[in-house]
């Protein structure tokens, strides 16, 4: 169950009502958001060790900017090598919520949780 409310997708709103300008925001009970942090915080915790050291994505105190840190002094000794460099960055954020259950479960099993 859930509480949705419509959402102007640009403030302010243009047109009111229009749902084409509009976009379902789910409101999440409080206790439900620190369950989850909880849980997360646990998670994490137990799986920190195994993660790839350039993770960057949903690790608090990390962002695309220590992601860029990181790799620019390898772009300047590929471009000062005569090499090029390409990069394609992606965001993945919407991409979690069609993620299989199963094999999340399968993963974090694997990871002995």
């Given at each position: ?21 509009q976009q379902p925001i789910s409101l999440t009970v409080t206790i ?24 960057y994505g949903l690790l608090n105190g990390q962002s695309t900017t ?48």
């Amino acid at each position: 169950m859930a509480n949705i409310i419509p959402e102007p997708k640009v403030h302010p709103a243009t047109t009111v009502g229009l749902l084409s300008e509009q976009q379902p925001i789910s409101l999440t009970v409080t206790i439900i958001k620190q369950l989850e942090a909880t849980v997360g915080g646990c998670i994490l915790e137990h799986v920190y060790d195994v993660l790839d050291h350039q993770q960057y994505g949903l690790l608090n105190g990390q962002s695309t900017t220590h992601a860029l840190v990181d790799v620019l002094p390898q772009w300047s000794e590929a471009l000062d090598n005569g090499k090029s460099v390409r990069t394609l960055f992606v965001d993945y954020a919407k991409a979690f919520g069609h993620v299989d259950h199963g094999t999340v479960q399968q993963k974090l099993h694997n990871y002995g949780v």
